[in-house]
T-cell receptor, first 116, second 113 residues
Framework: EAGVAQSPRYKIIEKRQSVAFWCNPI?????LYWYQQILGQGPKLLIQ????????DSQLPKDRFSAERLKGVDSTLKIQPAKLEDSAVYLC??????????????FGPGTRLTVL | DQQVKQNSPSLSVQEGRISILNCDYT??????FLWYKKYPAEGPTFLIS?????DKNEDGRFTVFLNKSAKHLSLHIVPSQPGDSAVYFC????????????FGSGTQLTVLP
C-alpha cells in the first residue's frame, strides 16, 4: 500500500513570496489533515478535511494560508505572502473513517519550508 | 496554552534497559492518547494508543500507562534497542466532532549500544 505522498520535499523562498504544497493521501482515506511543525515543537493542526469538505480550520491563519481538496482526493496548501515565522515542516496526514475507536493517522514525509 | 506537555526534551538509555517517556495533559475531555515515533526526514508513525477508559495498553516491547487522576501518561519501552532512537511525540484526541489531535513537543530518545 502506497503511503501519503507530499511534494516538494524542500522549499526555500524569500519573505512575501508565495508557495504551494501538494499532498496525495492513501487511497480510500476520507480524512486529510495539514499540520505545521515548527522546530522544537510538535505538529499543530492547520486544517482537516473530510472528503472535500472542511471539518476544522480554526488554527489556519486565513489571511495568508489557504487549502483546498478538490474531488476529495489530493490537496494543496498555499501560503501567500510568506513570513519568516512560516518556516517549518508542513505535514500531511490521512485516515479512514471507521467510526468509534481511534482511526490511525498516516503521515507523509513533510515539506520543509525555509523563508529567508 | 499547551494542553499536552512533554517536559523532557531528551533522554538517553543504555541498550537493554527500560526507557520511560512521560507526558502530562490538562484537558480532561481528551478521549484517546497516542504515541508517535519520528525518524529524521520522515513523518511521524503511529506507535501505540490508549483509550481514556483504560489504564494500560501493551504491544510487544511497548506499554502505555494512563493515570487520569494525575492527567499523566507514560510510554515504557523494554528492552530498549538502538533502533528505538527517535523523537517520540505524545498526542491526545479531543472528543469534539473534529476529534483533532493535540501533540506535545516531543522527546528525543537515544539508546546507546
Amino acid at each position: 500500500e502506497a503511503g501519503v505522498a507530499q511534494s516538494p520535499r524542500y522549499k526555500i523562498i524569500e519573505k512575501r513570496q508565495s508557495v504551494a504544497f501538494w499532498c496525495n493521501p492513501i487511497s480510500g482515506h476520507a480524512t486529510l489533515y495539514w499540520y505545521q511543525q515548527i522546530l522544537g515543537q510538535g505538529p499543530k493542526l492547520l486544517i482537516q478535511f473530510q472528503n472535500n469538505g472542511v471539518v476544522d480550520d480554526s488554527q489556519l491563519p486565513k489571511d495568508r494560508f489557504s487549502a483546498e481538496r478538490l474531488k476529495g482526493v489530493d490537496s494543496t496548501l498555499k501560503i501567500q505572502p510568506a513570513k519568516l515565522e512560516d518556516s517549518a515542516v508542513y505535514l500531511c496526514a490521512s485516515s479512514l473513517d471507521l467510526g468509534g475507536g481511534y482511526n490511525e493517522q498516516f503521515f507523509g514525509p513533510g515539506t520543509r519550508l525555509t523563508v529567508l | 496554552d499547551q494542553q499536552v506537555k512533554q517536559n523532557s526534551p531528551s533522554l538517553s538509555v543504555q541498550e537493554g534497559r527500560i526507557s520511560i517517556l512521560n507526558c502530562d495533559y490538562t484537558n480532561s475531555m481528551f478521549d484517546y492518547f497516542l504515541w508517535y515515533k519520528k525518524y529524521p526526514a520522515e513523518g511521524p508513525t503511529f506507535l501505540i494508543s490508549i483509550s481514556s477508559i483504560k489504564d494500560k495498553n501493551e504491544d510487544g516491547r511497548f506499554t502505555v500507562f494512563l493515570n487520569k487522576s494525575a492527567k499523566h501518561l507514560s510510554l515504557h519501552i523494554v528492552p530498549s534497542q538502538p533502533g528505538d532512537s527517535a523523537v517520540y511525540f505524545c498526542a491526545a484526541r479531543g472528543s469534539g466532532s473534529a476529534r483533532q489531535l493535540t501533540f506535545g513537543s516531543g522527546t528525543q530518545l537515544t539508546v546507546l549500544p
